[in-house]
């Protein structure tokens, strides 16, 4: 009687007992941040929800700070099957091939969180995700981080003063016109080299969100940083499509529960981390934080907006103007 109780109980959860009673299915989750940034919190997160909603039939394995694969390696790793999930930049994507992805590079294009998620949460963020599957990936969700700010060694308070250096960016080709679009010098470097290079002088600045910049002790060897929040950086939770496909199928519905409250969870958490990083820079004393004027602001709006429109025919004409119209941004107002 207590064994078939039991197996009652197991079926309740959504779980078989052959399930439970087979070896633990793993997934290998890597990252390249640190563990206690939002998407390494969130990571994390799905990792405890997805090993108790399955009753300890799946097992979550997460490689935080590049410790298994880094920037450059870890796609191929994920469609090779050598990696089950990622939650990559959305940066990357348009060198795989799936160039719409790039939308969310354009300077200015978001005007804070809940224009974001319009998007994101949205039907324009699901028909972004399954423009993945011919490529042998399943897109589950969308992980905020948080909004760019300049750094460099010297004060940044107008897009002038970013004219000649070398700036790192992601591997973008919405990034590279970006930069140039202010005359410094895009330098695509992967993100756990990123802190020798400014030690070094090997690059002269960055853009980051604050909790990345703090968390890799960016602001250790950059002198100043500024609020622009010219830029988004977010994330897509992928897994290999073949993979997610052949999972037993109370096992997968358990996981897309764990994944939705993990999403809720990380979105919740990146403002709340980005203020905490930001008022620990502050306090440091290493870095002279600015925020600029209003003035200030629209100078670097001006400046940088351009670049959607130099864009439309990497991304797509249509897709931008559909954001445009989620979100009420009019660039013909600035």
Known sequence: MKIRALLVGLVA???????????????????VVAQDTPKGKAAEKFKALAEQYTNGAVKVEVYANSTLYKDKEEMEALQLGAVQLLAPSLAKFGPLGVREFEVFDLPYIFDGYEALNKITQGAVGQQLLAKLEPKGIRGLAFWDNGFK????????????????????????????EQMREVKSLPQV?????????LQTGVVDGTENPHSNLYTQKMHEVQKH????????????????????????AEVRTQLDKAMAESTVYANQIAKEENDKSLAAVRASGKTEVYAPTAEEKAAFKKALVPVHKKMESRIGAELIQSIYKETGFDPAKL
């Open 13 to 31: 959860v959504g779980l078989s007992a052959a399930a439970v009673a087979a070896e633990p299915i793993v997934i290998k989750f890597s990252h």
């Open 149 to 176: 700010s300049f750094s460099a060694n010297t004060p940044i308070h107008k897009p002038e003063d970013l004219k000649g250096k070398k700036m790192r960016i992601q591997s973008s080709k919405v990034l590279e």
């Open 189 to 197: 470097m992967a993100f756990s080299e990123v802190y020798q290079a």
């Open 225 to 248: 940083m500024t609020l622009t929040d010219h830029g988004y950086l977010g994330y897509a939770v992928i897994t290999n499509k073949k993979f997610w496909d052949g999972l037993p």
